[in-house]
């Protein structure tokens, strides 16, 4: 089994910025991409950002430009930079990522969310 932890929500007004962590740990062969997903109050889980192994990034377009996504591949651990937040980045943030535990199949898995919440 693999957990994935997050740190670092929180309340911040419009215009500031935080940085979320998350750390994988337990049952790890190879992860081949880590990101963040964020789902607000009535609307389905949407993809804010990826990362592979190779380097590639993948941001959606609304969160391109404001955050950065870094990962520490040693570590099994994952960075989200979130700068000139809005308050519609309000919403919990998943951890997620893409890993196999004995080096021949994938699974998906995500941590427990953590709270952000941007005031006006």
């Known amino acids: 089994q693999v957990q994935l932890v997050e740190s670092g929500g929180g309340l911040v007004q419009s215009g500031g910025s935080l940085r979320l962590s998350c750390a994988a740990s337990g049952s790890i062969f190879s992860i081949n991409t880590m990101g963040w997903y964020r789902q607000a109050p009535g609307k389905e889980r949407e993809l804010v950002a990826t990362?592979?192994?190779?380097?590639?990034?993948n941001y959606v377009d609304f969160v391109k430009g404001r955050f950065t996504i870094s990962r520490d591949i040693a570590k099994n651990m994952v960075s989200l930079q979130m700068n000139s937040l809005k308050p519609e980045d309000t919403a919990v943030y998943y951890c997620?990522?893409?890993?196999?535990?004995?080096?021949?199949?994938?699974?998906?898995?995500w941590g427990q969310g953590t709270q952000v919440t941007v005031s006006s």
């Open positions: 997620y990522a893409l890993v196999s535990g004995d080096g021949r199949s994938w699974n998906n898995y």
């Open positions: 990362k592979t192994n190779g380097g590639f990034t």
